[in-house]
């Protein structure tokens, strides 16, 4: 069977990087390239730090491609008080010299996809993708499937009330992505709060995975233990949320996250922006451009996530039904 072509558009970031280092570990995709955007990490540290995880995984060969280093028009907010001052949750591993590139993600993106059939899991700020769409929006228009990491439909923000960070940081991105993929009967699949709040890692999962594999668990480790503690102090949870890496569970098992078709719309202005209107109840009769996840198969999820990052058999994942 031929793998399906991906790339990973993020701001490594934490659940950035066990995102990455889940997509790398499947054998239906190819990593084509990671583009990094501004957003959790200034794109400088989002591209040193998606080295790291690459070098990790012994994979320094798939391409980094740097992009946007700012918003469209809102004023950058990073979101280090989140992922550490090294954007990798304060683990300091060494830096990878070398690997840059010349080219900029967006003209990386622009060239990729109207070459061959591509997806694109986009995982931080839309401001790559909404400067695709201003620059080419054909080249836009010919990605194979969308999956964003953002938005929110019933659960809270994690920014405002109402917004969740990867809209909040660029709505005026997220919006023309959104108004984009309307215009041209296009759908984008939204992996928003509602679910990835669902995947909490553990200290047992963790422990868990330190045990099947002690090289991977010990990195996970280091680079989530800021993340835990955040989690601790902010959100009164034994455990963090790792949002990121569902968005490409789901990519590659639609089983992992069920939903609906609705019509979104993505706010900009006041206190509202960055808020993802999810139009449920067809007020507007407006033809549905999001495929909204709103539920999460959690087994499912650890039992790929786990396995793939261990290099374990799932049928060998004996306690998991337990410890979830
Ligand atoms: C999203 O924002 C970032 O902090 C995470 O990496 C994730 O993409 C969650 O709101
Ligand atoms: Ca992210």
């Given at each position: 069977?031929?793998?399906?072509?991906?790339?990973?558009?993020?701001?490594?970031?934490?659940?950035?990087?066990?995102?990455?280092?889940?997509?790398?570990?499947?054998?239906?995709?190819?990593?084509?390239?990671?583009?990094?955007?501004?957003?959790?990490?200034?794109?400088?540290?989002?591209?040193?730090?998606?080295?790291?995880?690459?070098?990790?995984?012994?994979?320094?060969d798939?391409?980094?491609?740097?992009?946007?280093?700012?918003?469209?028009?809102?004023?950058?907010?990073?979101?280090?008080?989140?992922?550490?001052?090294?954007?990798?949750g304060?683990?300091?591993?060494?830096?990878?010299?070398?690997?840059?590139?010349?080219?900029?993600?967006?003209?990386?993106?622009?060239?990729?996809?109207?070459?061959?059939?591509?997806?694109?899991?986009?995982?931080?700020?839309?401001?790559?993708?909404?400067?695709?769409?201003?620059?080419?929006?054909?080249?836009?228009?010919?990605?194979?499937?969308?999956?964003?990491?953002?938005?929110?439909?019933?659960s809270?923000?994690?920014?405002?009330?109402?917004?969740?960070?990867n809209?909040?940081?660029?709505?005026?991105?997220?919006?023309?992505?959104?108004?984009?993929?309307?215009?041209?009967?296009?759908?984008i699949?939204?992996?928003?709060?509602?679910?990835?709040?669902?995947?909490?890692?553990?200290?047992?999962?963790?422990?868990?995975?330190?045990?099947?594999?002690?090289?991977?668990?010990?990195?996970?480790?280091?680079?989530?233990k800021?993340?835990?503690?955040?989690?601790?102090?902010?959100?009164?949870?034994?455990?963090?949320?790792?949002?990121?890496?569902?968005?490409?569970?789901?990519?590659?098992?639609?089983?992992?996250?069920?939903?609906?078709?609705?019509?979104?719309?993505?706010e900009?202005?006041?206190?509202?922006?960055?808020?993802?209107?999810?139009d449920?109840?067809?007020?507007?009769?407006?033809?549905?451009?999001?495929?909204?996840?709103?539920?999460?198969?959690?087994?499912?999820?650890?039992?790929?996530?786990?396995?793939?990052?261990?290099?374990?058999?799932?049928?060998?994942?004996?306690?998991?039904?337990?410890?979830?």
């Open positions: 069977m031929s793998k399906k072509k991906v790339i990973i558009d993020c701001d490594p970031g934490i659940d950035d990087s066990l995102a990455i280092m889940l997509a790398l570990k499947s054998p239906e995709i190819e990593v084509m390239a990671i583009t990094i955007v501004c957003g959790n990490s200034p794109v400088s540290m989002g591209f040193s730090n998606a080295k790291k995880v690459l070098k990790f995984m012994n994979r320094l798939i391409p980094i491609y740097i992009g946007e280093p700012s918003p469209i028009k809102k004023k950058y907010v990073n979101a280090l008080d989140t992922h550490g001052e090294d954007g990798l304060e683990s300091f591993l060494p830096e990878v010299d070398g690997f840059e590139n010349s080219m900029d993600a967006v003209s990386y993106m622009q060239e990729a996809l109207k070459k061959e059939k591509c997806s694109v899991i986009a995982l931080g700020p839309m401001t790559n993708l909404a400067r695709l769409i201003e620059r080419d929006i054909d080249a836009f228009l010919s990605i194979d499937e969308l999956v964003s990491m953002g938005g929110s439909f019933k809270h923000g994690n920014c405002s009330p109402v917004a969740e960070y809209y909040w940081c660029d709505p005026d991105a997220a919006a023309l992505v959104y108004k984009t993929v309307y215009d041209n009967h296009s759908l699949h939204m992996v928003g709060l509602d679910v990835t709040r669902k995947i909490v890692l553990t200290p047992t999962l963790l422990e868990y995975m330190n045990r099947l594999n002690p090289e991977v668990g010990d990195f996970v480790k280091r680079i989530t800021f993340y835990f503690d955040f989690h601790w102090e902010w959100e009164h949870i034994i455990g963090c949320v790792i949002n990121d890496p569902l968005a490409v569970a789901y990519y590659l098992d639609r089983e992992v996250c069920s939903g609906f078709s609705s019509f979104v719309q993505i900009t202005l006041g206190i509202s922006e960055g808020q993802s209107v999810v449920s109840m067809n007020f507007y009769k407006k033809e549905a451009n999001a495929k909204v996840l709103n539920e999460a198969d959690c087994e499912r999820f650890w039992t790929m996530f786990i396995s793939r990052l261990t290099g374990t058999s799932p049928d060998k994942l004996d306690i998991l039904k337990e410890i979830i």
